[in-house]
């Protein structure tokens, strides 16, 4: 069985400083991971994914997600946040070569970037 | 490239109407397409999995009769919500992928949201 979670319903930031949103995941084998941005009505936009590789991944908007994998964390991080990054962003993961599954999503995190 | 477009955006009509949603593919093939219900502050939960020309797989908890799913292309899905009530009220995005089985990514459409009065 494959599960994301996303400890923090919500994560507040100033304006230019460091964010981090936090996701671990469980999975049987490989992890293929992935974060997604969602505003208000809108559906999912792709941010990044991790297959193999490089630990550090860099995807859209300056962010970043480095994989863990004694931690089996996968967390997204940009170095200064904007108040245009203020969304809900979602982890998902599904095991590599698993067929036909659909990604698995963690409940979602609401980032709010103070100016 | 990969981008979904999901139709309509917006749907407010009366209890008892059914309603279509389409989802189409613009620039791939997509063997695989999925169907995700959000409710408000929450995630997305899964409704079914629709593979291109055959039966599309429900989950549990889910009224196949209800939510109806039709994958006719490699293009095209639709859902249709039959004799909707005010708590099918939702919000409905689809999601594509190329390659029934492969590690491809999903793509996502931009949601319907549906009002029933």
């Known amino acids: 069985a494959q599960s994301v979670a996303q400890p923090e319903d919500q994560v507040n930031v100033a304006e230019g400083n460091p964010l981090t949103v936090k996701c671990t995941y469980s999975?049987?084998?490989?992890?293929?991971l992935f974060w997604y941005v969602q505003y208000p009505n809108r559906g999912l936009q792709f941010l990044l994914k991790?297959?193999?590789?490089?630990?550090l991944v860099k995807g859209s908007y300056g962010f970043e997600a480095e994989f863990n994998k004694s931690q089996t964390s996968f967390h997204l991080k940009k170095p200064s946040a904007l108040v245009s990054d203020s969304a809900l962003y979602f982890c998902?993961?599904?095991?590599?070569?698993?067929?036909?599954?659909?990604?698995?999503f963690g409940k979602g995190t609401r980032l709010s970037v103070i100016a | 490239g990969a981008v979904v477009s999901q139709h309509p955006s917006r749907v407010i009509c009366k209890s008892g109407t059914s309603v279509k949603i389409e989802c189409r593919s613009l620039?791939?093939?997509?063997?695989?397409m999925f169907w995700y219900r959000q409710f408000p502050k929450q995630s997305l939960m899964l409704m079914a999995t629709?593979?291109?020309?055959?039966?599309?797989?429900?989950e549990q908890g889910v009224e196949k009769d209800k939510f109806l799913i039709n994958h006719a292309s490699l293009t095209l899905s639709t859902l249709t919500v039959t004799s909707a009530h005010p708590e099918d009220s939702s919000f409905y995005i689809c999601?594509?992928?190329?390659?029934?089985?492969?590690?491809?990514?999903?793509?996502f459409g931009d949601g319907t949201r549906l009002s029933i009065l």
């Open positions: 998902a993961v599904r095991a590599l070569n698993s067929g036909n599954t659909p990604l698995v």
């Open positions: 999601s594509a992928r190329r390659g029934q089985g492969s590690n491809q990514p999903q793509h």
């Open positions: 991790y297959i193999t590789g490089d630990n």
């Open positions: 620039d791939f093939q997509a063997t695989t």
């Open positions: 629709s593979n291109e020309g055959s039966k599309a797989t429900y």
């Open positions: 999975v049987s084998g490989n992890p293929y």
